[in-house]
């Protein structure tokens, strides 16, 4: 299960979006600016508050890191 | 097998060179960890020719989209980091991340740049943690809150206004005595009634337990030493070149920029051209990179014809 911790600002999260798309991987959002849950579990998850922070199947990766992406997904595989 | 050219970067400048490259039939590769450089992180841009108004991310699709394009005439590696550039005779050696060494005739260098670091204590143990460098990215965290912006230039005061709809309370601290932004963004932050600007202002330390609390600064006029307290602290006191792989390679001037040949963007090492934000050009837009990304590619074009 992969989510997403998103703002509706940030083009790293549309990147990161846009990348899981194109590998027509699925995933959850959640925008931390509105959803003050989500920000909390974010930070915890995280331990910091930037974003995008994803949680590919309980690995973290904070910001849009496309060979970390690859290393977790091929992991999962 | 060599390559002819190997392009380092996939901003507006490396992605020009790369159009231009497959165009002229150079066998090139371009490498890149990701598309669109900084200009990715710009909310709308109003000054690309052509345009009237793009966002950061658009653009960055439309650049690559063009590049994939080409992609029968140019090998492209996206997700790469590089590792190492070694002179090999008369050509050079590319190691990547990965593990892999691939050699070329020349390099075009157009890795850009990245925010520079204020380098007082706090800021490295904050870092997201309350301490941002992309504030269209972070600034809906502070909802509600305190923040405060650091410098006072065309950036800084874009960072201010991406704040506006979100914190409280916002502190802008400059060094110099005036800010340096254009006027008709520092109209609309005083006109917000929510911004404190603290002009002559020495950023000593950013507090905090586990996120940040704070930040002291020294008042520059009085020296008197004052602390405010925030929940975030954005940094935009501009870039400084990603020149650690190649300072060892080229020559580099006072601000770590490559001094490149401004009509060939040829630098210091023979085989080696560099454009872009990398590069000792005196201005650092979309449109000029692209512009100098193209003089290279063009002239590395004329020198691989009679090498």
């Known amino acids: ?77 | 097998m060599i390559y002819d050219l190997i392009i380092i970067g996939g901003g507006p400048a490396g992605v020009a060179a790369g159009i231009y490259a497959s165009r002229k039939k150079i066998k090139a590769l371009l490498i890149t960890d990701s598309f669109g450089g900084q200009a990715v992180i710009s909310d709308t841009i109003n000054n690309f020719i052509g345009y009237k108004s793009i966002s950061g991310v658009e653009l960055k699709n439309k650049l690559e989209e063009q590049l994939r394009g080409q992609s029968n005439l140019i090998d492209i590696k996206e997700g790469t980091k590089i590792e190492k550039i070694e002179k090999k005779g008369g050509d050079f050696l590319v190691i990547t991340d990965e593990g892999e060494t691939i050699e070329t005739k020349t390099i075009l260098i157009a890795m850009g740049s990245s925010s520079r670091r204020l380098n007082v204590p706090g800021e490295a143990e904050f870092t997201g943690k309350g301490v941002f460098y992309c504030t269209i990215c972070d600034a809906p965290l502070m909802k509600g809150k305190a923040a405060a912006v650091v410098g006072g230039g065309n950036s800084g005061l874009e960072s201010v206004i991406d704040l506006l709809p979100y914190a409280d309370k916002i502190y802008l601290f400059e060094y110099s005595e005036n800010l340096k932004g254009d006027p008709i963004y520092i109209d609309k932050i005083k006109n917000s009634g929510k911004v404190e600007i603290c002009a002559m202002a020495a950023v000593k330390e950013i507090l905090g337990n586990k996120f940040v609390s704070g930040l002291k600064y020294e008042d520059r006029k009085t020296g008197e030493v004052k602390e405010v307290k925030l929940n975030g602290v954005f940094i935009s006191i501009g870039y400084r070149p990603n020149t650690d792989l190649v300072k060892d390679l080229v020559k580099l001037n006072e601000k770590g920029e490559i001094i490149v040949n401004h009509q060939t963007h040829q630098a210091s090492l023979e085989g080696i051209w560099a454009a872009g934000d990398i590069a000792d050009s005196l201005y650092n837009q979309i449109s000029t990179a692209i512009g100098d990304a193209v003089k290279a590619t063009l002239n590395i074009y004329d020198y691989l014809k009679k090498k």
């Open chain 1, 1 to 77: 299960m992969i989510k997403i911790y998103t703002t509706q600002t940030c083009p790293y999260c549309v990147m990161a979006k846009d990348y899981f798309k194109q590998k027509g991987v699925q995933y959850e959002e959640f925008d931390v600016s509105s959803d003050e849950k989500a920000r909390e579990e974010m930070i915890n998850k995280s331990n910091q508050m930037g974003v995008p922070v994803l949680d590919i199947d309980g690995v973290i990766i904070v910001g849009f890191n496309r060979s970390e992406i690859d290393k977790v997904l091929g992991a999962a595989k």
